[in-house]
């Protein structure tokens, strides 16, 4: 196991990892031991600290098979300084993050979901925001520094919640997904109202601070404080 991943997950009894609870939720980060195994010092818990924790290769994918990374909305008219309705240098600063989960993501076997905000001219939201993300225009188009990838999924959405008239719910049952991090804009928005949704399904979810956004400040640390505290999210 060569490369390091970011993700959070439960941990099954049958790891066998001493001192930790079945549901213990924890965060892989760099740099991992050599491939002969991994040492307290490169892993990262929250309240835990377990003596040891040994875990193959064939478990690593295993677990990773169960867990999803969703990037909610980052298209050129939020993220782009020259978009409808940029959400200003936050969204332009959670990039680099966000870059790196996908890639640890991609490469540890776990699945990509990319969440791209979709309208039609005439949508009713247009009544209560300017148009924005209108399909086929270039502002709809996913950030080139995010660019989705053979392997990935995308997923066009008409409202805040992912999960309203999408494929998401049939999509995250038929992979077996258990553990879902998210990140993206707007936190308030559709980060929040997706978490929610998976919330209300009783996944295990993560919302990295560094890896969402959002217009209004105030609002995003109400919306990361009612992900915790309301939702049960791990925002970290």
């Known amino acids: 196991m060569n490369k390091a991943c970011r993700f959070t997950l ?20 760099d740099p991992l031991a050599p491939p002969d195994g991994i040492t307290e010092e490169s892993w990262i818990f929250r309240g835990l600290t ?9 478990q690593q994918r295993a677990i990773m098979s169960e867990y999803a990374l969703i990037v909610v909305d980052m298209v050129n008219d939020f993220v782009d300084d020259k978009g409808a309705l940029y959400c200003g240098q936050s969204a332009r600063d959670i990039i680099p ?4 989960l996908i890639e640890d993501c991609r490469k540890s076997g776990g699945l990509v979901i990319y969440l791209q ?11 209560r925001f300017p148009e924005h993300s209108i399909a086929g225009t270039w502002g709809h188009k996913i950030i080139p520094e995010l660019a989705p990838q053979q392997g990935d999924i995308v997923i ?13 719910g049939d999509l995250l049952r038929k992979h077996h997904i258990r553990d879902v991090e998210v990140v993206g804009v707007c936190t308030h928005i559709c980060v ?7 919330a209300n399904r009783d996944y295990n979810i993560a919302v990295p601070r560094a890896g969402v956004a959002d ?3 105030e609002f995003h640390e109400f ?3 009612r992900m915790d505290r309301i939702y049960g999210a791990n925002v970290r």
């Open 50 to 58: 377990p003596n040891s924790l040994l875990i193959s290769e064939n």
């Open 117 to 127: 905000d979709t309208h039609e001219e005439d949508d009713k939201e247009f009544e």
């Open 223 to 225: 919306a990361l404080k």
């Open 97 to 100: 993050f966000i870059k790196g």
């Open 192 to 198: 929040m109202d997706t978490v929610g949704d998976l």
């Open 215 to 217: 217009f209004d400040p």
């Open 10 to 29: 439960t941990i099954p009894s049958q790891i066998g990892a001493k001192g930790l609870h079945s549901n213990a939720v924890w965060v892989i980060r």
């Open 156 to 168: 066009q959405k008409q409202r805040f919640s992912a999960f309203f008239e999408t494929e998401l």
